[in-house]
């Protein structure tokens, strides 16, 4: 439940913890005297001693006494109040949101304007509050026996502002919204292999579709084989599971026009097949279905909030396996394009299922296409494990998006595609293509093989093989999954939707 006064008013707080920031000069925020008057005189001591810290990002929790309702006050540091950004109100958020995991309180009353600054409006605090603390309080349940928390932890949520309370509420909404999605990108990534298959992926993508009216086609392998998409199929060759190719349509308007195309890569595990991975190259790559659990978090995300544009998602999904019937390199297969390619690597696996992917969009009249995928190393050699990889073939189309990845936080960096580049992915005695041109900058090669495929439809790749998962905690959540892309695609659309 969220609720939302119209007024700050401490002695009328109805929560049990009360989220307060304090910036280096706490005096100066606006009702500081009325909240001292409420809570006691001595928290301005406490400030000035530093015992309670305006640093950015520390957290000191402090009890009440003498007060039925409020039992303790979240003192969130937040430094500089000029020099606040809005991506540090959603990581101390994050914060406050493992804090609530620990301790779970039944409810929490926040102190909007105590957050916002000359830029950054009781809206936006309240947006990205939202985000944070959904983001922040989530844990990623597992199968321990012994386990009973919940996937993640949000109180009865109440807001203290002076601005239109309707509003800040309905903000706050959105703000969940997007965490949630985020956290179901993030438990399918953590899901393993055995119980995350393509076949579950599929079904997982009907549900979501049926709730939100969507249409729906999850096609297996005898639809895949008509289609033609030998590049899928050959991929899926070792498996004893069957491929799918996932379809979610979200109409917004009459004519099915202007469509962009999300496009998944959904390996549910990779062993690398006969290019087969070292013993510890392999573990971990249940998350090489993060391209998938991005676009099907966005999808949550569009059928929630319900943008004014058309979209396709479209999510290729197989394992990798090794049997006597795997596909090797040598091969050369023909992908649903009709392009036949040479096999190198079929550990460069993920190129192939997202080529047969972009040609099935393009099919269904795709006028843009956005690709993510876990697809190479060579992103995390490049960019280290915190910066997504981008490619593109259209400045106008990637100036938005990267609108959007600045709105979200969600570091993304591009790299060139050179005609050079091209040429070696274009380079095969006996085929169209070649899957591997070499491992010298092979992010690029491995977009710029989708680009293949693409043509000249206006695309950006993304490259989350260093973004997707984590090895450690951060202050957005727990090590694992991090539904990385989530957000920024569902930004990306609601952008383009009101560019209209
Ligand atoms: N799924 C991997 C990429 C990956 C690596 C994801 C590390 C997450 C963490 C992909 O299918 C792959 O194996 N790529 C190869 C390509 C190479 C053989 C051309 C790689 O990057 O090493
Ligand atoms: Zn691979
Ligand atoms: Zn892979």
Redesign the pocket.
């Known amino acids: 439940m969220i609720i939302s006064t119209n007024d700050v008013l401490f002695e009328e707080i109805q929560s049990e913890t009360l989220v307060v920031a304090v910036s280096k000069h706490a005096e100066n925020t606006s009702k500081w005297e009325a909240f001292l008057k409420n809570f006691g005189e001595h928290i301005a001591e406490w400030v000035k001693s530093g015992d309670i810290s305006s640093e950015l990002k520390k957290i000191v929790k402090v009890p009440v006494a003498n007060n039925d309702v409020v039992k303790r006050i979240l003192f969130v540091g937040i430094g500089e109040r000029k020099q606040l950004t809005q991506e540090n109100i959603r990581e101390v958020f994050g914060l406050v949101g493992k804090e609530l995991l620990a301790s779970k309180p039944e409810s929490l009353a926040i102190w909007v304007p105590s957050f916002s600054t000359e830029s950054i409006s009781d809206i936006d605090v309240a947006y990205l509050a939202a985000e944070g603390l959904g983001m922040g309080s989530f844990k990623y349940e597992g199968y321990k026996t012994s386990s009973n928390v919940p996937d993640y932890y949000l109180p009865a949520i109440e807001l203290l502002t002076d601005e239109d309370s309707d509003e800040i509420v309905s903000y706050f909404e959105v703000g969940t919204i997007y965490a949630d999605a985020v956290n179901e990108a993030r438990i399918l990534v953590n899901t393993p292999g055995n119980v995350l298959t393509s076949t579950q992926l599929g079904e997982y993508a009907r549900e979501l579709g049926n709730s939100y009216g969507f249409e729906t086609e999850i096609l297996g392998k005898k639809e895949i084989e008509e289609l033609g998409m030998g590049a899928l199929l050959a991929v899926n060759q070792g498996s004893v599971e069957e491929p799918r190719l996932i379809v979610l349509k979200y109409q917004a308007t009459e004519k099915w026009e202007d469509v962009v195309a999300l496009v998944g890569k959904g ?1 549910t595990f ?1 062993t ?1 097949g006969y ?1 087969i ?1 070292t013993k510890t ?1 392999i573990v ?2 249940k ?2 279905m993060g391209g998938a659990a991005a676009v099907l978090g966005a999808m949550q995300i569009i059928g929630e909030l319900r943008p004014n544009k058309n979209v396709i998602a479209v999510i290729a999904s197989t394992d990798n396996m090794i049997s006597g019937n795997a596909f090797k390199p040598d091969d050369v297969i023909t992908s649903m394009s009709g392009k036949t390619i040479e096999i190198l ?1 079929t ?4 190129r192939l299922v997202l080529a047969d992917a972009v040609t099935y969009a393009k099919q269904q009249g795709a006028n843009y296409i956005v690709d993510v995928a ?5 992103v ?1 050699t490049a960019l280290g494990y915190d910066k997504t990889g981008a490619l593109t073939n259209n400045e106008e189309f990637f100036e938005t998006f990267m609108e959007s990845s600045l709105e979200t936080g969600e570091f993304t960096w591009r790299l060139p595609l050179t005609e050079n580049d091209k040429k070696r992915i274009r380079k095969s005695d006996v085929a169209d293509l070649n899957n ?1 041109p070499g ?1 010298d900058g ?1 992010m690029i ?2 977009g710029g093989f989708v680009g293949e495929f693409v043509e000249d439809t206006p695309w950006i790749h993304l490259d989350i ?1 260093g973004t ?1 998962d984590t090895r450690a905690a951060y202050d957005f959540g727990p090590k694992g999954g991090t539904g990385v892309m989530v957000r920024t695609l569902a930004t990306l659309i609601e952008r383009m939707a009101d560019e209209e």
């Open positions: 390996i990779d690398g290019s991975k190259g971990g790559m998350g090489d690597n550990d460069a696996e993920g876990t697809l190479t190393g060579g995390i591997s491992s092979h090669f491995g093989a997707s």
